[in-house]
């Protein structure tokens, strides 16, 4: 009887119920968090609540994210929010909550975003700005976290979900309310699935399992989703092959290093019949043994290029194979590969940019493998033939993407979208020469309108990589139009968050995006429609920083009258500093400098009463420096602050992070000029004053330096970075300690971490690149990192100066020369860089002196230039002093004193002797220039730096460039870098000769 009943349903089909949706957490290994917020100096700032609204309808979700975080420290920051996003996830919404209300962002051009979140930091208004920043990562600047308070974000992204979705939350700390609400759509109606934890760390990440009876083709008016499947049998290869493998060991691998190297030890176990070689790449390339693998440390940047033109030169393989996230950190062009007849990659990290690799990889017919799949599976796609050059094409549509596949597998799913000028119900599909009819399921969803202008813009981006000239701009014209009007963030674009409509007016912000929001709620995804702007009119008042929170950063001359002037104060430890030794630009003509123009200082009496006078504490090696003072932590943090990962770091380092490398005894050239010892007792008696400038572990580091016990010091770094591989100070410690071990190379490793870490972050770039100048004067890494930074951030003047004489360091004049003239046509925002122009001209007429003793027939046509851009040609010897640091929104002073006891800083520009001091910058950056006629007579001048005031930002560093101009062309060096830990104090980085 049961037997018939059962029969009977499933003829009636009363048994063909819908599949239910299901919410599980699957146990995983945690790279890091997914998600985090700290200060620009490091600190981190616990998450309160992690709350996901998450809404599912077959190939597509969306995604929700409440977070609410608490600031413990007494004083309002600025914070490094960061994300890892699903690979191509579409981010399409930032809220910023203040005491008015939440702030909805708007979708911007990237270098107009950037540009206007400065802007309104310095005037401590409320801005944010979240960008891409490398593969699959997004970081947000905001401002102000209040001391004590809370800051509440809202973040929403939409991505195609084959199979599964997964929410990442594995790595999280322990939150005080976590919770999941989805929406899945199984064919009929929307289940609901709900999970929550309190005050606990997620064990696992939270997956829901959909339903299988979904539709493969959906329409929302004019745009079309389709799921395709090309009919493949696979192809079992089963020869003896020959393989090269490549594998990342850059510092973003460190988080998952471990289980990197045991999926290579599986391969080369378990391919039966493959021979394989192996080489570990980052900056460099090194053939290595499987045994050797765990014990090289993750350490440098990411250089694809070099390591695939090294194994383009490799001879006798069949295959290369390669192990990597894909985020390329050095260049961008890639070598043609025609001695492998295939290329494989294993993407692995959290972090990943498939999209890097994946052209070469389809060229040379090879898969593009997730490394965090079954090893099994892994094996089957490398030990079988991947099908490529499958055309797709469906009748009527504007456009189609992709239009091929690539690298598919036998039953392997893939989204495709289409775009008709009139809505249809029906498409026409051409698969690889099969042709067929699929019937489109109408979804009222917005999220398919999304999703289809996030796959336009790819196809964009893939255009306007390949385009030149002014195709390339129109076709970022076109990608900034449509991410601006649909709310979808793209390589171009950021959303930037600012204070009131005025604002935006002034910056010629359209906001006509701001009332189409996605929100995810029980039916799904909806529009969340604004008929008004939920910005008052007019300006609001800036937010008023306490004292005791913050210093002035702005000061006006009723601030300098209560100002500490004089003399710079007591002497402190821990002004490192590193000599890059003379370097000749070819040539010996005469050459002339332009004379200074800027507005006068205030004048100023040193007062009778003011501190004594520091001594240099740019000192001989051998002698110990003194104890720092610091209510900090070990590694300089507060207690409590949670450690950041290697692939995705705790902290956004901030602009402020980096230590000083190298000491002034580590000199790559035995030739170097030394510095004058200074008495015991002298230095003794001063370094009892002032405030310490470094703080917990890296001053202790800096002890040991100092000391010559640098074995000891390098023992210290390496437990600091192995257990904070994200963080820059420990990074910069390392570098130091290989640099006075004499393991240049590996210094090298650890100062181009930097630039792996924080590829998006320009600030970031230029102190890697003055660290890889320590090491080597002409470093062509140094170069490239100086070249992404001015790429990044053009308004910043002295990313082109230091880019200019790295290149003029290298012998590449002209190009210097162009980077030069390229500076001086810029805009430079209003109250910004003062006196950069006549820096930067002056700048310019010693590189034309320089290329004209090279050639002296040039001289006509630079002299024109010259005079073009308001320059003259140096023809007179000169030394001068050029200051820049790298924290925004504060002021670093500049001290500079000569040997018949004259002294230079902000409120007495000049020396009697001779020099003036350009202008007091700021509001961050700089650069300032002390500039000495005729080379200097009155030396040996003494430099030191105050941080007068750090503002929001936390830790100061970057470095004084000491260039000398014979007049004939001819340059000599020297780059000091430095760092700056607290307010007030300062850092003495030695004498100068003449």
């Known amino acids: 009887m049961r037997k018939t009943l059962l029969l009977l349903l499933l003829s009636t089909g009363l048994s063909a119920q819908p599949e239910m949706a299901r919410l599980t957490v699957v146990p995983t290994r945690p790279s890091g968090p997914p998600v985090h917020l700290t200060s620009s100096d490091g600190v981190g700032l616990r998450l309160t609540q992690y709350k996901a609204k998450v809404a599912v309808q077959g190939p597509l979700a969306f995604t929700e994210l409440h977070l609410k975080f608490h600031n413990p420290q007494d004083r309002i920051l600025e914070g490094r929010f960061e994300i890892t996003l699903p690979e191509g996830a579409a981010l399409s919404r930032l809220a910023m909550k203040n005491d008015k209300g939440w702030q909805e962002a708007e979708v911007v051009e990237l270098q107009q975003a950037r540009q206007a979140y400065e802007d309104f930091l310095h005037k401590r208004q409320d801005p944010a700005l979240l960008e891409k920043q490398a593969g699959n990562q997004f970081q947000a600047r905001i401002f102000p976290i209040p001391s004590g308070g809370d800051k509440e974000i809202i973040l929403s992204y939409s991505q195609e979900s084959l199979g599964d979705y997964r929410l990442h939350v594995s790595g999280l700390p322990k939150v005080d309310d976590l919770s999941v609400e989805a929406t899945v759509w199984n064919g009929q109606t929307h289940e609901k699935l709900n999970y929550s934890l309190r005050s606990e760390a997620p064990k696992g990440d939270f997956q829901i399992h959909q339903p299988k009876n979904v539709s493969k083709g959906l329409v929302n008016g004019q745009d079309v989703l389709l799921v395709v499947k090309p009919q493949l049998s696979a192809t079992v290869i089963n020869k003896q092959e020959k393989v090269l493998m490549l594998i990342d060991t850059s510092a973003s691998r460190a988080a998952g290093y471990g289980k990197q190297v045991q999926l290579v030890k599986t391969l080369q176990t378990q391919w039966k019949n493959a021979r394989m070689d192996l080489a570990a790449f980052d900056q460099e390339v090194t053939p290595i043994k499987i045994e050797q693998l765990p014990q090289r440390r993750p350490l440098g940047a990411t250089d694809l290029n070099k390591a695939l033109n090294w194994a383009s030169q490799q001879k006798g393989y069949d295959r290369l194979v390669i192990v990597s996230d894909g985020v390329n950190t050095v260049s961008q062009a890639h070598p043609a590969l025609k001695n492998f007849a295939r290329m494989d990659v294993i993407m692995v990290g959290g972090i990943r940019d498939s999209q890097t690799l994946q052209p070469m990889t389809y060229q040379n017919h090879g898969y593009v493998l997730d490394g965090e799949k079954p090893v099994s599976e892994i094996l089957n796609r490398l ?137 995810a709620s029980d039916q799904g995804v909806q529009v969340e429609k604004r008929s008004e702007i939920a910005l008052q009119e007019g300006r609001r008042d800036p937010v008023v920083l306490k004292q005791s929170q913050s210093k002035d950063v702005e000061r006006d001359e009723s601030k300098r009258e209560s100002r500490p002037e004089g003399v710079i104060g007591a002497p ?423």
């Open 572 to 994: 402190v430890a821990g002004g490192s500093v590193t000599q890059s030794g003379p370097f000749d630009a070819i040539g010996n003509r005469t050459s002339g400098i332009g004379t200074f123009q800027g507005a006068q200082a205030p004048e100023r009496k040193v007062p009778a009463d003011a501190p004594p006078a520091p001594v240099s504490a740019y000192k001989a090696a051998a002698e110990p420096a003194a104890e720092s003072v610091s209510s900090r932590s070990d590694d300089g943090r507060a207690a409590g602050a949670p450690i950041p990962r290697p692939s995705q770091p705790s902290h956004a380092a901030p602009i402020s992070q980096a230590p000083a490398s190298g000491e002034r005894r580590n000199r790559v050239a035995e030739s170097r000029p030394q510095p004058e010892p200074i008495r015991q007792a002298e230095r003794d008696e001063s370094e009892e004053e002032g405030v310490a400038p470094l703080n917990g572990t890296f001053a202790k580091i800096d002890r040991l330096i100092k000391k010559h016990r640098a074995q000891e010091a390098l023992q210290l770094a390496r437990q600091w970075q192995a257990k904070e591989p994200g963080d820059v100070l420990a990074l910069v410690a390392l570098g130091r300690s290989l640099q006075a071990a004499g393991q240049l190379k590996e210094a090298a490793r650890a100062y181009g971490s930097i630039i792996d870490l924080y590829p998006g972050r320009a600030d970031l770039r230029r102190y890697a690149g003055a660290l890889l100048e320590t090491l080597n004067k002409s470093s062509v890494l140094a170069i490239d990192s100086f070249s992404q930074a001015v790429q990044q951030r053009p308004d910043h003047p002295s990313g082109a100066r230091m880019l200019a004489y790295s290149l003029v360091k290298a012998g590449r004049l002209e190009e210097a020369f162009q980077v030069l003239e390229k500076a001086l046509h810029r805009k430079y925002p209003d109250g910004r860089f003062a006196d950069v122009q006549e820096i930067l001209q002056d700048d310019l007429g010693m590189v034309a002196a320089a290329l004209i003793a090279k050639d002296p027939d040039q001289a006509p046509r630079l002299i024109k230039k010259l005079h073009q851009m308001g320059a003259k040609l140096a023809s007179k010897p000169s030394m001068r002093f050029v200051l820049s640091w790298e924290t925004d929104a504060n002021d670093v002073d500049f001290h500079i004193k000569d040997a018949k006891g004259g002294h230079a800083y902000y409120s007495e520009p000049n020396l009697p002797s001779g020099g003036r001091l350009y202008a007091d910058v700021t509001t961050g950056y700089g650069p300032e220039c002390f500039n000495i006629p005729g080379g200097g007579q009155a030396g040996p001048y003494n430099i030191s730096i105050h941080y007068y005031s750090r503002g929001p930002m936390g830790y100061g560093m970057g470095k004084v460039q000491i260039l000398r101009h014979d007049g004939k062309g001819k340059f000599r060096f020297e780059d000091r870098p430095f760092v700056v830990m607290n307010d007030q104090a300062y850092v003495n980085l030695g004498p100068v000769k003449p």
């Open 383 to 519: 030990q079988s033939t991947p099908a490529s050059a499958i055309k797709v094409a469906v009748k009527g549509a504007d456009w189609v993407w992709p239009n091929r596949l690539d690298g598919v597998a036998p039953g392997e799913e893939r989204v495709v979208y289409a775009h008709f000028k009139q809505p249809t119900q029906q498409a026409e599909v051409s698969l690889g020469g099969q042709n067929y009819q699929q019937a489109l399921a109408t979804t009222p969803q917005p999220l398919l309108h999304r999703s289809a202008v996030a796959a336009n813009l790819n196809r964009l981006n893939l255009q306007y990589r390949q385009a030149k000239g002014s195709q390339k701009e129109q076709i970022a014209n076109h990608m900034v139009e449509l991410s601006t009007g649909n709310r979808v963030v793209c390589d171009l674009t950021g959303l930037l968050v600012l204070e009131t409509e005025d604002d935006y007016k002034r910056f010629k912000i359209d906001r006509r995006a701001l009332s189409d929001i996605l929100v």
